[in-house]
C-alpha cells in the first residue's frame, strides 16, 4: 500500500512538473542543435525570412562598431570598456519567441563563459523592467544594455533578433555573424566549450569515453515518443533530463543516484517537437480577439463574410517593412472586392504605431501579447508570414512565408 501511493506521488509531481513546463511554451528545453548547421546555410530558428539573412556582416578581424549605452540601471557602458575580453554580443529582445527560446541555454553557458573570459553582453530593445523581468526569469546575469533608437549606423542597426557577433580582446570581429537562435547557440555553444552531455545517457558517454562494458545500441530497447507541437519543443529530449532540468530551475539539487535514474526514464520516453509549419488549407482559422493601436478589441469573429488575409509582422522585420506598401496598396485597390487586410503585430504599440504611419496602414494592426498566443495558434513564429481565410471561416490556402510568397498570394487575387 505505501509503495502504490508512493507511485502515486511521483506521478501527480510529474505531471504537475509537465504542465508549468508546457504553460511556460518550453522555455526550459532548448534545441541544441548541430555546430555544422553554422555552415549549412540553414534558417530553422531565425526570426525573419528574408533577403537580409544572406548579407555577410562585418568582415573578420575588422573593428566593431563603438558604442555606449546604458545598462539597466542607467550606468553607460561602453565597448572600449570591455577591452581585454572577447565579448559575444547578442541584438536582443525578450519578446521574440527566438531569443526567448534560447535564453536559458545561454544562461547555463555564462559560468564556462566566464572560464574562457568571455563576456556575453545583450544589446536589449524595449525599456528596462520588462529586460530586467526577462533576465530575472531566465536566469541571465550578463549585463544587458538597452539600444532604443540610440545605437545609429551601428551593426545591428538593419538585423533582427536574435543576431551575434564575437569581438575578440582588441574590439575587432573574431568570428562570422550568427544569425537567428539556431547559429546564435551554436556560435554561443562553440565559444563556451565542451558541455555535459545533453540528454544525460551513461550509454552515450561510456560509450565516447570507450567504455568496453558499455551495451550495444542493438540490446538497447527503444524508448516510447511523445510527439509535441513544436513551439513547445524544437528537439529530441528524455523524459529525465526534462525532471533534471525542472529540479535543477527549481534549486534542488541532484542526489546519488540521480543520473542512473535520469538514464533509466531517459531510455522509457522521449519527447520531439512536431509542426511549426502553419495551419494548413482546409483548417478552420482559430479565433482571437486582440487590441488595435487605439485600444479597441477586434475579433477574427467580426470579418466572417469577407475574405481576409492575416498578415503576422514584427516591427524589427526588415522583409516585413519591404512588405508594408505592397499591403497598402492591395488595400486601397481592392477595398470593394470583398478582401480585408488584418496585420497582427509583434511588439509595443508605440513601435506598431509609428510603423503604420510610416507606411499610411489604413488597415487594421493588432497587438499580441509577448507569448505569441495567435502566432502559436496558427503555428507560425516566422515573420513576415500570411494566411488567407475564406468568408467560411476556413484557411483557404496554405501559409505564405517569406517576402516572395506574401507577394505571390497578393497578386494571385490574395487581396
Known amino acids: 500500500m505505501i509503495t502504490i501511493v508512493f507511485l502515486l506521488l511521483i506521478l501527480a509531481s510529474l505531471w504537475v512538473g509537465f504542465y508549468q513546463l508546457f504553460k511556460q511554451q518550453g522555455r526550459i528545453l532548448i534545441r541544441l542543435d548541430e555546430l555544422e548547421s553554422r555552415s549549412s546555410g540553414g534558417h530553422h530558428g531565425s526570426e525573419h525570412s528574408g533577403g537580409q539573412a544572406d548579407a555577410p556582416g ?10 555606449s549605452l546604458p545598462d539597466l540601471k542607467g550606468n553607460v557602458v561602453s565597448l572600449q570598456d570591455l577591452r581585454g575580453r572577447r565579448v559575444l554580443l547578442v541584438n536582443w529582445n525578450f519578446e521574440c519567441g527566438f531569443c526567448d527560446s534560447i535564453a536559458p541555454q545561454l544562461a547555463s553557458l555564462e559560468p564556462s563563459f566566464q572560464q574562457r573570459n568571455v563576456q556575453l553582453l545583450l544589446l536589449a530593445h524595449g525599456e528596462s523592467a520588462p529586460n530586467q ?8 546575469k550578463c ?29 575587432r570581429v573574431a568570428a562570422p555573424v550568427a544569425r537567428g537562435a539556431d547559429r546564435v547557440l551554436a556560435l554561443a555553444l562553440e565559444i563556451a566549450g565542451p558541455q555535459p552531455p545533453a540528454l544525460g545517457s551513461e550509454e552515450v558517454a561510456a560509450a565516447r569515453n570507450g567504455d568496453a562494458d558499455a551495451p550495444h545500441s542493438a540490446e538497447t530497447p527503444q524508448p516510447h515518443r511523445l510527439r509535441l507541437p513544436r513551439f ?5 529530449i528524455g523524459l529525465g533530463d526534462v525532471i533534471k532540468r525542472l529540479t535543477s530551475a527549481m534549486g534542488i539539487k541532484p542526489c546519488v543516484g540521480c543520473e542512473r535514474r535520469a538514464a533509466t526514464l531517459n531510455r522509457w520516453l522521449v519527447l520531439s517537437g512536431v509542426g511549426g509549419k502553419g495551419l494548413p488549407a482546409g483548417t478552420s482559422a482559430p479565433d482571437f480577439q486582440l487590441p488595435d493601436l487605439q485600444g479597441h478589441t477586434v475579433s477574427l469573429q467580426e470579418y466572417r463574410g469577407r475574405r481576409v488575409l492575416l498578415f503576422f509582422s514584427d516591427p ?3 522583409p516585413c517593412d519591404e512588405l508594408a506598401p505592397h499591403l497598402v496598396r492591395a488595400y486601397r485597390e481592392r477595398a470593394n472586392d470583398g478582401v480585408s487586410i488584418v496585420v497582427v503585430g509583434r511588439g509595443s504599440v508605440e513601435e506598431n504605431r509609428r510603423k503604420a504611419q510610416q507606411h499610411g496602414m489604413e488597415f487594421p494592426v493588432l497587438l499580441q501579447d509577448r507569448k505569441w498566443r495567435v502566432s502559436k495558434a496558427y503555428d507560425i513564429l516566422a515573420t513576415p508570414a500570411a494566411f488567407l481565410i475564406g468568408e467560411n471561416g476556413l484557411i483557404a490556402s496554405n501559409p505564405a512565408v517569406g517576402k516572395d510568397a506574401i507577394l505571390a498570394l497578393v497578386r494571385n487575387g490574395g487581396a
Open 143 to 171: 549585463p544587458i544594455l538597452l539600444v532604443n533608437g540610440r545605437e545609429e549606423g551601428g551593426a545591428f542597426e538593419t538585423e533582427g533578433t536574435p543576431v551575434a557577433y564575437l569581438v575578440d580582446e582588441e574590439g
Open 316 to 318: 524589427q522585420c526588415g
Open 232 to 236: 513547445l519543443l524544437k528537439y529530441e
Open 58 to 67: 562585418l568582415p573578420i578581424q575588422s573593428e566593431f562598431p563603438a558604442f
Open 133 to 140: 523581468e526577462g533576465a530575472t526569469e531566465h536566469g541571465l
